[in-house]
């Protein structure tokens, strides 16, 4: 297929093709005799690996760490799995912060939300933050 055709397929742009190869998360396309790109089934498979990998949040680099390990032979299962339980004590400390910056904001607009206008001090920029 060629790349246009690839990207359609895995839902990407022929940019982020051109740079995953760049970056060597995608082998380099062989080439037809006009010049342009050709990528196989395989491609697709990394390429679908690559989308799932970004949607939990894993970097470029560790997407490669983790093709680099398969591409070596190893299997990187248990790279996998150290690398998610890492993403979730992040996200889990992500939404303790979020969860706290919420009660705070939501502290403000209950004061904000019951306050008269006229009120305020002329001074002040807001007295309620």
């Known amino acids: 297929m060629r790349i246009g055709e690839t990207a359609d397929a895995a839902g990407m742009t022929t940019k982020t093709l051109r740079f995953y190869e760049d970056r060597g998360l995608l082998p380099t396309a062989e080439r037809a005799a006009n010049g342009y790109r050709e990528y196989g089934q395989d491609a697709l498979s990394r390429l679908d690996f ?26 990187p299962c248990t790279h996998v799995r150290d690398l998610l ?23 403000f607009y209950r004061d904000v939300a019951a306050a008269d206008p006229t009120r305020c001090e002329p001074d002040e920029i807001c007295s309620y933050l």
Do not use: K, M, N, Y
């Not at 560790?62 to 398969?70: A, P, T, V």
């Not at 889990?92 to 904001?105: F, G, N, P, S």
């Open 50 to 75: 690559i989308r799932r990998a970004r949607a939990t949040g894993l970097t470029l680099a560790h997407i490669q760490d983790i093709l680099h390990l398969r591409d070596s032979g190893d299997s």
């Open 85 to 107: 339980a890492r993403r979730l004590s992040e996200l889990d400390a992500r939404i303790t912060e979020l969860t706290a910056l919420r009660t705070t904001v939501a502290g």
